[in-house]
C-alpha cells in the first residue's frame, strides 16, 4: 500500500503544484497522515517478527529502512502542497495538525 501511496500523492502534489490547486494540495496533506500511519505499522509489526526469531533480523532492517525512506518522500510531497497552498492563498500551513 505504501508505494502507491507514495507514487499517488507524488503525482497529486505535482498536479496541485501545476494548476495551483489549493484543495488538490489539501488532499496530499491529508493522505500524509495514512503514509505516517503505514510506517508506524510496519515498525510494530517487524518488531515482533524480530523477537520471533532473530533470523528475521537482516530482513525487518532493510524492510524498515525502506519504509522510512518511503515515509520521508511523503513528508517532501507533502511539503510541495503545503508550498502550494503558501503561493495561492498566502497562508502558512506547516506545522499545523488538521487543515
Known amino acids: 500500500d505504501m508505494p502507491n501511496q507514495i507514487r499517488q500523492m507524488i503525482r497529486m502534489a505535482l498536479d496541485a503544484l501545476v ?22 505499522n510496519m515498525y510494530t509489526e517487524l518488531q515482533g517478527l524480530m523477537k520471533a ?10 524492510y524498515l529502512s525502506s519504509s522510512r525512506y518511503l515515509e520521508r518522500i511523503g513528508d517532501l510531497t507533502t511539503n510541495i502542497a503545503e508550498d502550494v497552498i503558501f503561493m495561492v492563498k498566502g497562508e502558512v500551513v506547516r506545522h499545523k495538525i488538521a487543515i
Not at 489549493?22 to 508506524?40: F, G, P, S, Y
Not at 526469531?53 to 532493510?62: C, G, I, L, M
Request: proline share 0%; aromatic share 0%; glycine share 0%.
Open 53 to 62: 526469531d532473530s533470523n528475521n533480523v537482516e530482513r525487518a532492517v532493510q
Open 19 to 40: 494548476k495551483l490547486d489549493v484543495e488538490l494540495a489539501q488532499e496530499v496533506i491529508k493522505m500524509d497522515q495514512l503514509v505516517d500511519t503505514i510506517n508506524r
